[in-house]
């Protein structure tokens, strides 16, 4: 007989809240990962619990969260996939932008207006947080092949953290190992490194889920 998901879960040693576990099936079936039960087809309406759709089985795949697994596999197809890994990286590690140094004797206020600086620094022309995340990220390495005191000139200077930096290309490049052990990244990932338009693309294809879709 069919079990839900809330009822199997039920069972375990130290079951989740059942409220969590609903809005967890809610968010798979509005992004697409979830069907309907029945139906074959993804609902973000119904409450019914359903089946792993091919893009759920692909994301399931993936060590990220649903959201930050569908913007990757977006921008793998639009070509965009490096720049990608950089910015889920960055989002699920710790801020690379630092504020106040202990014994700083810097304002709260200044240190906050010198990091906004820095990111529309990073960023331009675009207003974007993603956008500044991402070129810190490239930026950091380039100044990596100059050496370790080049890549700490350009964290001071950006108000980064340099550890924090080293754990997030760490990150993108066990992503793109895993990527690439399940078959879903070649170079045809990195065709359009550098466009920051099809970026966007990925990211709100992979953020909301009728922004975007792929006919095979």
Same mark, same amino acid.
Not at 80 to 86: F, I, N, P
């Given at each position: !007989?069919?079990?839900?998901?809330?009822?199997?879960?039920?069972?375990? !040693?130290?079951? !989740?809240?059942?409220?969590?576990?609903?809005?967890?099936?809610?968010?798979?079936?509005?992004?697409?990962?979830?069907?309907?039960?029945?139906?074959?087809?993804?609902?973000?309406?119904?409450? @019914?619990?359903?089946?792993?759709?091919? /893009?759920?089985?692909?994301?399931?795949? /993936?060590?990220?969260?649903?959201? =930050?697994?569908?913007?990757?596999?977006?921008? %793998?197809?639009?070509?965009?996939?490096?720049? @990608?890994?950089?910015?889920?990286?960055?989002?699920?590690?710790?801020?690379?932008? *630092?504020?106040?140094?202990?014994?700083s004797e810097m304002s709260l206020s200044a240190a906050n207006k010198q990091i906004r600086d820095a990111k529309c620094e990073l960023a331009h022309?675009?207003?974007?947080?993603?956008?500044?995340?991402?070129?810190?990220?490239?930026? =950091?390495?380039?100044?990596?092949?100059?050496?370790?005191? #080049?890549? *700490?000139? =350009?964290?001071?200077? &950006?108000?980064?953290?340099?550890?924090?930096?080293?754990?997030? *290309?760490? %990150? &993108?490049? &066990?992503?793109? *190992?895993?990527? &690439?052990? $399940?078959?879903?990244?070649?170079?045809? #990932?990195? $065709?359009?490194?550098?466009?920051?338009?099809?970026?966007?693309?990925?990211?709100?294809?992979?953020?909301?889920?009728?922004?975007?879709?792929?006919?095979?």
């Amino acid at each position: !007989p069919h079990v839900s998901t809330v009822e199997y879960l039920r069972r375990a !040693p130290d079951p !989740p809240e059942e409220r969590s576990v609903r809005s967890s099936e809610e968010l798979l079936r509005y992004i697409g990962a979830l069907t309907t039960e029945g139906t074959g087809e993804s609902s973000p309406d119904s409450e @019914a619990c359903g089946q792993l759709t091919p /893009l759920g089985v692909q994301l399931s795949v /993936l060590p990220l969260g649903p959201q =930050f697994a569908k913007i990757v596999m977006w921008a %793998t197809l639009l070509g965009v996939g490096e720049d @990608a890994l950089a910015v889920v990286s960055c989002l699920q590690s710790r801020d690379p932008f *630092k504020s106040i140094d202990n014994g700083s004797e810097m304002s709260l206020s200044a240190a906050n207006k010198q990091i906004r600086d820095a990111k529309c620094e990073l960023a331009h022309p675009y207003l974007s947080d993603h956008v500044a995340v991402l070129h810190a990220v490239d930026r =950091f390495e380039e100044a990596r092949a100059n050496g370790m005191s #080049a890549a *700490k000139r =350009f964290c001071l200077d &950006k108000s980064l953290a340099f550890h924090p930096l080293l754990a997030i *290309k760490s %990150t &993108k490049e &066990k992503l793109r *190992k895993e990527l &690439k052990d $399940r078959g879903l990244w070649s170079t045809h #990932a990195e $065709r359009h490194c550098g466009d920051i338009a099809l970026l966007t693309a990925a990211l709100g294809a992979g953020l909301f889920p009728n922004m975007a879709r792929c006919n095979a």
